[in-house]
């Protein structure tokens, strides 16, 4: 994979620790837009009302978090660049509107999957830092290309593990796919 202009790879066997960038929101299949079509014009259309049900989902997991509290950058007020695509879109196009739910996108993990190691749309993975767990879903998106990170989570995963993007961060398959995803408590 590209990093600047010097090609390189790496080889992660899970689980594994490492740093994950903040990644900015996805369209989830209830994200409308006033332009009729299924993706944002901008890299802002429409992201308040992302935003504002992202909280409350959150909010059942975390009540006394704020809105301003957990949108405090720029950046989490935005949706993914479009990189070649749509604002807000993954790697995989345009089934990501019908399938990404709000309740999984706000639990989001993206890694540089090597096309052969990408996992099926839909994964689930454990990550745990600071005695805290969560189930994040993958498959929808590959990146970041930076070598100083092995993936990217939203701003609700930094947040409920207490962690920002130096932080490491546990990674392992989840063993029961049919957990939902967002917090868990381990034994």
Known sequence: MPYGNTPWQRTINLPTSGRFVEENHYITQSDKFD????WPKTITENIQQHLQRSFLLYQSFDPKMTFEELYS???????????????????VGEVQRSELTPEDEMWFMCMMWASESKPKRGTKFLLTANNKSVVVIAGYETGPSSKDHIGGITREVHAWLGTNPNSLIKVGLLKNQEQKTGPVVCK
Do not use: M, R
């Not at 332009?35 to 299924?38: E, F, S």
């Not at 660049?81 to 604002?87: A, K, N, R, S």
């Open 35 to 38: 332009n009729l079509v299924p």
């Open 73 to 91: 950058k720029k950046w989490n007020k935005e949706w993914t660049p479009e990189e070649g695509g749509h604002f807000g879109q993954g790697s």
